[in-house]
């Protein structure tokens, strides 16, 4: 039986912050601490929507979870969307405890068995998959019409969910999404070029020169923020 799941509507920030949306962490802890401390400089009026795949990749997905577990806890008004790799995550772990640890050791990410696992579990799969805005709608991969599953990419990312909503409203918005690696000029260009639909996820993991970035997107602004990666050690291959 598949879960129905209707998009989140928030609209506007009512309480006069900023609206921003950030791609994908990939377990890139400090340079996702530092663009929201250092160049973000958040305060709770803002609100952070994170476009999915926090975790996995980089080295550690355990504090990048916990930073997001304190920013809730401190009021801080902060939306993480689903990933891919949320949801891999989530059904690697109903697939018994070794397939879940060699599934972590794949992806870097065996900080996260320890005493706060049930917590990040927890905290994952409450995740929204889609969260549509006044003028914006945010999801890790963007709306694919005309497809059975319409949030998901050629992999189907997302079997379990029949997602219910209005095709033709939520697609006339400006669509921000993650997933797919873009460099920093191809965002700035989607910036300029007013797209419609675009990806900020900058490879913050990625060592090359090209990528290892991660991206911020003032939605009211449009400005981007782009957060070099801090360390050499949140890439390992
Ligand atoms: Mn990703």
Redesign the pocket.
Same mark, same amino acid.
Request: no cysteine.
């Given at each position: 039986m598949k879960k129905e799941y209707t998009p989140v509507i928030m609209g506007k920030n009512e309480g006069g912050g900023r609206r921003i949306a950030i791609g994908?962490i &990939?377990g890139c802890f400090y340079s996702f601490e530092s663009l929201l401390k250092e160049k973000l400089q958040i305060n709770k009026k803002d609100q952070i929507f994170l476009l999915?795949?926090t975790i996995d990749k980089g080295l550690n997905s355990a504090l990048v979870l916990d930073l997001i577990i304190d920013l809730k806890e401190n009021n801080y008004q902060i939306f993480p969307i689903r990933?891919? &790799?949320e949801e891999q995550l989530l059904m690697a772990y109903n697939c018994g405890f070794d397939f879940f640890e060699n599934y972590l050791n794949e992806y870097n990410s065996l900080d996260l068995i320890g005493e706060r696992l049930d917590e990040y579990l927890g905290l994952i799969s409450n995740f929204e998959y889609c969260i549509e805005l006044d003028d914006f709608v945010l999801s890790h991969s963007g709306i694919n019409k005309g497809r059975i599953n319409p949030f998901t990419d050629l992999r189907g990312m997302f079997p379990d969910v029949k997602f219910k909503f209005e095709e033709e409203r939520l697609t006339s918005k400006i669509q921000v999404h993650?997933?797919l690696v873009k460099t920093i000029s191809e965002i700035e260009n989607s910036i300029l070029n007013k797209e419609r639909r675009f990806s900020i996820?900058s490879g913050c993991y990625l060592a090359n020169e090209e990528f290892g970035y991660l991206t911020a997107l003032d939605l009211d602004e449009m400005k981007l923020f782009f957060q070099k990666k801090k360390e050499g050690n949140e890439n390992k291959d």
């Open positions: 994908d &990939h999915g795949d990933g891919n &790799h993650g997933h996820d």
